[in-house]
């Protein structure tokens, strides 16, 4: 296990023209575009890539941090239009969770990835950002309800996720037996705004075919298999214990903190009861935009949409 702060940027013995330049300097704040890997608490290495924006507006102090879905990565087409479309509201920093393209690790599918999302969170404020946004799609939506019900307060992990009586919202409840914590120390880690799009309420969801199509993927190992030279995506092969803070608790304790969850009302993979349990969860704070005609997560997010939610952040966050 690393004692290495969230966001702690580690040199990268890869130089190849898309991938990340070990020489990225760590300490000095800089407002150009940079790629580098990341360490998280438990070690994994996350590449991640910082752009400035293109806005002239009063915006230039907000960061998007974009949380891809299941089987993106910081490289993929519609993770780059995401960020070109956020780049007219603010800096944008996109990254690959564990498992997923140049970055180390396996995918735990929802779980360990909040590590991903609060490095990621910690390396964007290093950049002299003021507030940051977090945005994510599909499993990236519920790591970015998670990250914001962990990191509340001062952004190190401590935050008033926890409780008396516990149920696996604390960060000293989300420690696995292998010892591995899932909150990291260190690093301001907070997020001033959370939009959740195409988020799952709650998890082992199974009604439709594209969810029992992705638990073949995630707990067979033929399934594995596929997702490792079919789809790029490196999952591992345990299963959660314990199991993470669903979405809908992640969603009832990020007050005060801004919510948006956006869905589709064609969304194939969970129907309006997930979004709808979402936003009754968050209540006074949140907010639920059913888009009519939208199907899942981030290929179904048009220019339109990607603008309103930019919008949203700009005047909500901070």
């Known amino acids: 296990m690393s004692n290495r702060p969230a966001g702690h940027v580690s040199r990268s013995t890869r130089r190849r023209d898309n991938r990340p330049d070990p020489e990225t300097p760590r300490e000095t704040p800089r407002r150009s575009r940079a790629r580098t890997f990341l360490r998280t608490a438990d070690g994994v290495p996350i590449d991640a890539v910082y752009e400035p924006g293109?806005?002239?507006?009063?915006?230039?102090?907000?960061?998007?941090?974009?949380?891809?879905?299941?089987?993106?990565?910081?490289?993929?087409p519609h993770v780059r239009r995401i960020a070109a479309a956020f780049a007219r509201h603010g800096a944008v920093v996109t990254f690959s969770f564990r498992g997923h393209g140049a970055s180390g690790g396996r995918s735990t599918v929802g779980d360990r990835e909040v590590l991903d999302l609060a490095a990621a969170v910690a390396w964007a404020r290093g950049f002299g950002h003021a507030r940051v946004a977090t945005v994510g799609f599909s499993m990236g939506g519920s790591v970015v309800l998670r990250h914001a019900a962990l990191y509340g307060g001062d952004g190190r992990g401590g935050g008033s996720a926890g409780g008396p009586g516990g149920d696996g919202a604390s960060p000293a409840a989300e420690s696995g037996g292998d010892g591995v914590s899932r909150v990291a120390p260190g690093g301001d880690a907070r997020t001033d705004?959370?939009?959740?799009?195409?988020?799952?309420?709650?998890?082992y969801y199974r009604g439709t075919a594209p969810?029992?199509?992705?638990?073949?993927?995630?707990?067979?190992?033929?399934?594995?298999?596929?997702?490792?030279?079919?789809?790029?995506?490196?999952?591992?092969?345990?299963?959660?214990?314990?199991?993470?803070?669903?979405p809908v608790r992640a969603a009832a304790r990020i007050a005060p903190t801004p919510l948006l969850v956006v869905h589709g009302d064609r969304d194939g993979y969970f129907p309006l009861d997930h979004p709808r349990m979402l936003a009754e969860a968050a209540g006074d704070h949140g907010e639920l935009w059913l888009e009519p005609g939208m199907g899942h997560a981030e290929n179904a997010s048009d220019a339109g949409l990607l603008h309103r939610i930019g919008d949203w952040a700009?005047?909500?966050a901070g």
């Open 193 to 203: 705004a959370v939009v959740s799009v195409s988020s799952p309420a709650r998890w």
């Open 211 to 246: 969810m029992r199509r992705l638990h073949w993927l995630v707990m067979r190992p033929a399934g594995r298999v596929v997702g490792r030279y079919g789809l790029r995506t490196r999952i591992h092969h345990r299963d959660w214990d314990p199991v993470p803070l669903s």
């Open 314 to 316: 700009v005047s909500r």
């Open 54 to 76: 293109t806005t002239d507006r009063g915006a230039s102090d907000l960061v998007f941090v974009v949380a891809h879905g299941f089987t993106g990565d910081a490289d993929r």
